[in-house]
């Protein structure tokens, strides 16, 4: 059989004797041969060529690539938020709009004051208050419920425990790098509740999120104890609300969720305090 022309010798072709190749039935296959080689290094190139210049297609059922924590913080497209490294005010504080957002559908109402007092889950840090773990100027307390009869020594705390979605507590350090210190610190009062005797309420594994350089969180799902059989959090079940410790530059705190929120929500709300803070 004869091989086929490579497409660098196709000039070649103005040089034979026409008239012999209409006479000769084999000049003529091999013109032929010739001339799809040519056509076929030509759609090839062609194909090269929009490889580089239009985007590629998905393939039908294909998943797409999640953005990264920072790009797909709150207003994803515009600039990367700061660091903060102002004094801390409420309106470093969670909204209740962001619950709204993340399908609460009951009203919230904003119980907010300045001092000091416990933080985090009293079950498993203890009744400590921020001042004694980690001293420092005064605290910025939020208190998210559905009821307007709260404690009456912290309106930022529902009486019942069923009408409290959230609450918050953040302050100011003196350095980013103090403040990041105290972030680990609070984070580590809550690692142990990760393991709890079967039966009891647990913590979930730690998640982090990374909105941008000095903005970081971490969260940990929680479990109630007929979940919990082996001593941790189960595996494939959606949290019950949760904790998270918050660090945005030179602010610091912590991020109560009592409302039942799984994953999903969970991380739309923590990205949400965190960027706030």
Not at 22 to 43: M, S
Not at 55 to 80: C, I, K, L
Not at 116 to 135: P, S
Not at 168 to 182: G, K
Request: net charge negative.
């Amino acid at each position: 059989m004869t091989a086929s022309a490579p497409a660098s010798e196709a000039p070649q072709l103005s040089t034979l004797d026409r008239h012999q190749l209409d006479q000769e039935p084999e000049g003529a296959a091999v013109r032929a041969r010739t001339i799809v080689v040519i056509l076929a290094v030509a759609v090839g190139l062609g194909l090269l060529t929009g490889r580089f210049v239009l985007p590629a297609r998905s393939a039908p059922g294909a998943p797409t690539a999640m953005p990264s924590a920072a790009a797909s913080s709150p207003g994803s497209g515009s600039p990367a938020p700061k660091p903060a490294d102002g004094p801390m005010a409420d309106r470093h504080l969670l909204a209740a709009a962001e619950f709204t957002k993340a399908g609460f559908s009951k009203r919230i109402y904003v119980r907010d004051r300045v001092g000091d007092g416990r933080y985090a889950n009293a079950a498993c840090a203890g009744e400590k208050t921020l001042g004694e773990t980690l001293g420092g100027p005064d605290a910025h307390f939020r208190g998210l419920v559905t009821t307007r009869d709260t404690d009456d020594s912290d309106p930022t705390l529902a009486v019942n425990i069923e009408d409290q979605v959230a609450r918050e507590v953040a302050a100011e350090a003196e350095s980013p790098a103090l403040a990041q210190n105290f972030a680990q610190r609070l984070l580590l009062e809550e690692v142990p509740c990760q393991e709890e005797p079967a039966g009891h309420w647990v913590y979930g594994p730690t998640h982090t999120i990374d909105v941008a350089p000095g903005i970081t969180a971490s969260w940990m799902g929680s479990y109630d104890g007929d979940l919990n059989t082996a001593g941790t959090a189960p595996r494939g079940k959606e949290p019950c609300g949760g904790i998270a410790i918050l660090r945005n530059g030179s602010h610091y705190g912590v991020l109560e969720v009592d409302a039942c929120l799984d994953t999903a929500a969970m991380t739309r709300i923590v990205r949400a305090a965190v960027t706030q803070l």
